[in-house]
């Protein structure tokens, strides 16, 4: 029987640990099967009958970490639409846009390159949480899975043209410009989701880390840190322009210093 995982990984909005100390594939595994249990409460459905999406970030670890819940998922019985290399917010749009009954994206966000992590959602892309169903997927687990009944299966799709047509649908491009804006991807997931939006509207566009990379060769995916308030302020200065924005790894946050270095959290 699979040990279970350390109790301490469940936090409060997402599932998260050190790669091959605290979580790995079998980890990913048992925390897919896990879910798609829960889920099929949340849903009063059976697992045969769920839709999930899934999604992984630029991680080394990712993906073998998404296989595993892929395979955890599908040995529960559901139907999986796999997007592969996302950013999370994409992974909220797939699974409301195709009215999915959850979804999980493998991430460990702004997380140091040693981490890796599973963020978990229901219907309408609601986060799964420490209060409201992240703490059964770990008491399903603890408690010791059944074998698996197995049927399920897994699509490859590709998402990237329907979510950039949804994001250019509500935003007036001709109001916004012409701007002066340095954009920082620390390496994550930023670039290539958000870097053909703003190639569309009417800026002087300058980047920085703005292809994914796990190996964050420069810096880590935590625009937070001092170090990387202080790079953000000093690209403001150097480079003259009105406004920076910096990701974090998975890109579901972002943070912006105007040319006075102001810095606030875009969130």
């Given at each position: 029987?699979?040990?279970?995982?350390?109790a301490s990984i469940f936090k409060a909005?997402?599932?998260?640990?050190?790669?091959?100390?605290?979580?790995?594939?079998?980890?990913?595994?048992?925390?897919?099967?896990?879910?798609?249990?829960?889920?099929?409460?949340?849903?009063?459905?059976?697992?045969?009958?769920?839709?999930?999406?899934?999604?992984?970030?630029?991680?080394?670890?990712?993906?073998?970490?998404?296989?595993?819940?892929?395979?955890?998922?599908?040995?529960?019985?559901?139907?999986?639409?796999?997007?592969?290399?996302?950013?999370?917010?994409?992974?909220?749009?797939?699974?409301?846009?195709?009215?999915?009954?959850?979804g999980a994206m493998v991430t460990a966000?702004?997380?140091?390159?040693?981490?890796?992590?599973?963020?978990?959602?229901?219907?309408?892309?609601?986060?799964?949480?420490?209060?409201?169903?992240?703490?059964?997927?770990?008491?399903?687990?603890?408690?010791?899975?059944?074998?698996?009944?197995?049927?399920?299966?897994?699509?490859?799709?590709?998402?990237?043209s329907d979510f950039r047509e949804h994001?250019?649908?509500?935003?007036?491009?001709?109001?916004?410009?012409?701007?002066?804006?340095?954009?920082?991807?620390?390496?994550?997931?930023?670039?290539?989701?958000?870097?053909?939006?703003?190639?569309?509207?009417?800026?002087?566009?300058?980047?920085?880390?703005?292809?994914?990379?796990?190996?964050?060769?420069?810096?880590?995916?935590?625009?937070?840190?001092?170090?990387?308030?202080?790079?953000?302020?000093?690209?403001?200065?150097?480079?003259?322009?009105?406004?920076?924005?910096?990701?974090?790894?998975?890109?579901?946050?972002?943070?912006?210093?105007?040319?006075?270095?102001?810095?606030?959290?875009?969130?």
């Amino acid at each position: 029987m699979p040990v279970s995982p350390p109790a301490s990984i469940f936090k409060a909005y997402d599932v998260r640990g050190l790669y091959g100390e605290e979580m790995d594939a079998e980890t990913a595994y048992l925390i897919g099967r896990g879910f798609a249990r829960v889920l099929a409460r949340l849903r009063g459905k059976e697992a045969a009958d769920l839709r999930v999406g899934l999604g992984r970030d630029m991680r080394l670890s990712a993906p073998e970490m998404a296989s595993g819940v892929r395979r955890g998922l599908t040995d529960e019985g559901v139907t999986v639409l796999d997007a592969g290399q996302i950013a999370t917010e994409m992974s909220y749009f797939l699974v409301g846009s195709r009215e999915l009954d959850g979804g999980a994206m493998v991430t460990a966000s702004h997380n140091p390159k040693a981490y890796t992590g599973v963020k978990l959602l229901r219907e309408g892309a609601q986060a799964l949480s420490g209060d409201a169903g992240i703490q059964d997927v770990r008491a399903e687990i603890e408690a010791g899975l059944p074998e698996p009944p197995g049927g399920g299966s897994a699509e490859e799709i590709d998402i990237w043209s329907d979510f950039r047509e949804h994001i250019i649908a509500f935003v007036d491009t001709d109001t916004i410009g012409p701007l002066r804006v340095h954009a920082d991807g620390s390496n994550g997931m930023a670039g290539p989701m958000v870097g053909p939006i703003l190639e569309d509207l009417d800026l002087e566009l300058t980047t920085t880390r703005w292809e994914p990379d796990g190996d964050f060769p420069d810096r880590g995916p935590n625009p937070l840190l001092e170090e990387d308030r202080r790079f953000l302020i000093e690209q403001v200065r150097e480079r003259g322009v009105d406004l920076a924005i910096a990701w974090d790894g998975d890109a579901d946050r972002c943070f912006f210093i105007d040319a006075e270095g102001s810095f606030c959290d875009g969130d």
